[in-house]
């Protein structure tokens, strides 16, 4: 997996609390990404990171915020999570010559 | 803006069979293009990828893929499908130029029947 790690691995919440994912990296790569897999949707870009402080959005934001503080962590914050958010959550690195990404093992969250 | 299309949701395939899984794209200039396979429960696994050259790439698995640029396809196939074969399967595209986010298609499942 890259040298990738999610934490936690599983959650369950309640509707209105907020939720904070890790995604973290041992390779010291720049950019950084979360996407959520929905079936009927595939996997659909979050937010992404092009460095430390340096975030920008993608496809499905609303709701969710992200920082970077450190190069190795990235977080994912769901400030008053819905049951719409429920879903499995990936993080992935850009590494290689051609930027393939590289996926961490994902985190199921059920909102209820 | 970017795109990839996966026509069909469900792939069904005998043991031994040859299979293909289709995939189209669409980017602005040149592409660069992957094949992501995801077992249950796991995270998306890299296949191969097409960057420049050889329209035949080769990857994991005895997987491989032929990029026609004409149809804008990329289309992943195995000359004899194993059961252990079944699972999810992502194309994704980005441009070659920059470092945009790649762009994922919706996946197909790919069942091979012993």
């Known amino acids: 997996d890259a040298g990738i790690t999610q934490s936690p691995r599983h959650k369950v919440t309640e509707t209105g609390t907020p939720v904070t994912l890790r995604c973290h990296q041992t390779?010291?790569?720049?950019?950084m990404y979360w996407y959520r897999q929905d079936p009927g949707h595939g996997l659909r870009l979050i937010h992404y990171?092009?460095?430390?402080?340096?975030?920008d959005k993608g496809e499905v934001s609303d709701g969710y915020s992200v920082s970077r503080s450190k190069t190795e962590d990235f977080l994912l914050t769901l400030e008053s999570a819905t049951s719409s958010q429920t879903s499995v959550y990936f993080c992935?690195?850009?590494?290689?010559?051609?930027?393939?990404?590289?996926f961490g093992p994902g985190t199921r969250l059920t909102v209820l | 803006a970017q795109s990839v299309a996966q026509p069909e949701d469900q792939v069904n395939v005998a043991e031994g069979n040859p299979l293909t899984v289709k995939c189209t794209y669409s980017?602005?200039?040149?592409?660069?293009l992957f094949w992501y396979v995801q077992y249950p429960n796991r995270g998306l696994q890299f296949l191969l990828k097409?960057?420049?050259?050889?329209?035949l790439v080769k990857g994991s698995y005895g997987f491989e893929a032929e990029f026609n640029k004409s149809q804008t396809s990329f289309h992943l196939k195995k000359p004899s499908a194993l059961v252990s074969d079944s699972a999810l399967y992502f194309c994704?595209?980005?441009?070659?130029?920059?470092?945009?986010?790649?762009?994922f298609g919706k996946g197909t499942r790919l069942s091979v029947i012993a």
């Open positions: 992935a690195i850009t590494s290689g010559n051609y930027n393939e990404q590289f």
């Open positions: 994704a595209v980005r441009p070659n130029s920059g470092n945009t986010p790649l762009v």
């Open positions: 980017v602005s200039g040149n592409p660069y």
């Open positions: 097409y960057i420049t050259g050889d329209n």
């Open positions: 990171s092009y460095g430390v402080k340096d975030t």
């Open positions: 390779e010291n790569h720049r950019y």
